[in-house]
Every structure is written in C-alpha cells, then in structure tokens.
C-alpha cells in the first residue's frame, strides 16, 4: 500500500471518529446520569462538563488533519457563521440572552463538527466508525430504556435522538 494512501487512511479514521465521538460521548453521558441517579446534581454537572472535555479533547486530537488538509474551509466557515452571529447579536438585542447560552454548542461543538465531516476523504471508513459508535450507542439505548420502563431511570428525549444513529445505520442492513 502506499504510504501517502496508508497516512490518507489513517487521518480520514481520526476525523471520522472525531465527528462520531459526540455522539457516543453523550449517550454515554447520560446513560451514567440515569445509572447512578446524576440527573440535576453537582456530580452531573462535573460530568456534563467532563463529557465536553473529552469531546473537545478527541476534536483537538484530530485538528491537525483538518487544518492541514481543510484550512480554508475551516477558516471560511467560521468567519461566515461569526458574521451571521455578530449580525444577529447586533441587529436583535431581545435575543442575546439566547444567543450567549448558544455560543459553546455554536462554535465548540457544531461547527468543529461540521467542517471536520466536511473534511472526511473516504466516507466507506466513516461508515465504518459509524456502525462501531452506532453498536455501542445502541447497548448503551438498550440499557437506559430498561431503566427508563422499571422506573429507575429518567426519559430523555434527547438521549432517545442519539438512537437514531443505530437505526439509520442498522436499517440498511436489511
């Protein structure tokens, strides 16, 4: 195999799971706030702000690939939605108290998210990641919807979002 072609691979893998992680970082999140009762305590809150660590940690891991390979994307598509960001804040006061609780989500998670998918070269290996995340996403479902119907657990609407994932990725094996 060429070894330019083996270093192409390895990086497409890195983004890949760069672009799943939140994905399975979250579900894992929540799986231990309703396994050990977390939901609305301090201990929830460090692990709620521990899950965005180690996103941001697997986002940082991979950022090297993606400026490397996708700089003027990255840079284009932050100076485009820091503009409309900027125009929003600016244009409708009544709206700023919304618009700071959505600063993070927006510029830490959303659209690192975004470019790196942008930047995957062979989308067979993001399937691929996809369909392990998706596996593990999908245990993880299993389990808290078990709490969840013996009462010990909490529904989280956006936690049964994540499931989606394993039901698109498993659906179309049959």
């Known amino acids: 195999m060429d070894i330019g072609l083996a270093k192409a691979l390895k990086e497409?893998?890195?983004?890949?799971?760069?672009?799943?992680?939140?994905?399975v970082v979250l579900s894992f999140q929540y799986f231990?706030?309703?396994?050990?009762?977390?939901?609305?305590?301090?201990?929830?809150?460090r692990v709620q702000f521990m899950s965005k660590m180690l996103v941001g940690l697997i986002f940082i891991y991979a950022f090297p690939v993606v400026w490397n390979n996708n700089k003027n994307k990255l840079i284009g598509t932050y100076f485009i939605a820091t503009l409309i960001f900027v125009f929003y804040y600016l244009v409708f006061p009544s709206n700023r108290t919304y618009m700071n609780e959505h600063i993070f989500p927006l510029f830490f998670m959303g659209l690192p998210a975004?470019?790196?998918a942008r930047s995957v070269l062979d989308w067979r290996i993001l399937k691929e990641v996809m369909k392990k995340a998706?596996?593990?996403v999908l245990v993880l479902g299993l389990i808290v919807?078990?709490?969840?119907?013996?009462?010990?657990?909490?529904?989280?609407?956006?936690?049964?979002?994540c499931l989606r994932r394993p039901a698109i990725t498993f659906q179309?094996?049959?």
């Open 12 to 23: 497409t893998r890195k983004v890949s799971a760069a672009v799943i992680s939140p994905l």
């Open 145 to 161: 919807a078990a709490l969840v119907i013996t009462g010990r657990g909490v529904y989280s609407m956006p936690f049964f979002y």
């Open 172 to 174: 179309r094996k049959f």
């Open 114 to 116: 975004f470019v790196y």
């Open 134 to 136: 998706s596996s593990i």
């Open 32 to 45: 231990i706030l309703v396994s050990f009762n977390l939901t609305g305590t301090a201990s929830g809150a």
